[in-house]
């Protein structure tokens, strides 16, 4: 893990940035038997360890602290994709998924009445549209956007930014570049 790592250390401008990020990886893979949640990430009990000090330094690296996803994202893929065994081939294929959450209120960014397949409706929701390369042998996720309802436009469904859920603007990252390799991996 330390030598994996290591390999992220330039994108982080501190010790605290590149300790906050090795937290934040050995709780993203370490095996766990409840769910992601912000106290599991730092190994700490739900409620009751939510004051512990991992906890709170983990929030703080998640919420506070400047260091930017796209930049860890790219180098993440730029290192799957200079090792053979995972260099994306014709033989695998780009799962797209859009997948919802219910969320009550307005309040929170890219909400809004959208389809939720897993509930069959259509409800107030976020939408995180995700893609995946996958094979018979291994996977590994490549983007996650938020879907952005058209109400959230000042013109709405008029401007190019506005895309319907299933189709590609041309700068969305996890558009296909061209066959059998996603955006990005090039």
């Known amino acids: 893990m330390e030598q994996y790592a290591a390999g992220f250390d330039d994108l982080f401008g501190s010790l605290a940035r590149r300790r906050g990020f090795r937290q934040y990886l050995t709780g993203l893979l370490a095996p766990r038997e409840r769910n992601k949640t912000l106290t599991c990430l730092a190994g700490a009990e739900p409620v009751t360890g939510a004051q512990h000090p991992a906890v709170q330094r983990l929030q703080f690296f998640l919420s506070e602290s400047p260091w930017e996803h796209e930049r860890i994202n790219a180098r993440r893929l730029e290192r799957l994709l200079g090792d053979e065994r995972t260099t994306p081939h014709a033989g695998g294929v780009l799962v797209i998924d859009d997948s919802g959450d219910r969320k009550d209120g307005g309040a929170t960014a890219n909400v809004g009445r959208q389809w939720l397949g897993r509930y069959g409706?259509?409800?107030?929701?976020?939408?995180?549209?995700?893609?995946?390369?996958a094979d018979e042998n291994l996977y590994y996720p490549l983007h996650a956007v938020p879907y952005t309802p058209a109400h959230h436009f000042a013109k709405g469904r008029t401007i190019l930014?506005?895309?319907?859920?299933?189709a590609f603007p041309p700068n969305w990252p996890g558009r296909p570049a061209r066959p059998g390799f996603p955006s990005g991996l090039r």
Not at 121 to 131: F, L, P, Q, S
Not at 161 to 166: L, R
Request: neutral net charge; without cysteine.
């Open 161 to 166: 930014a506005f895309a319907p859920s299933g």
């Open 121 to 133: 409706k259509t409800d107030n929701a976020v939408v995180t549209v995700t893609t995946l390369w």
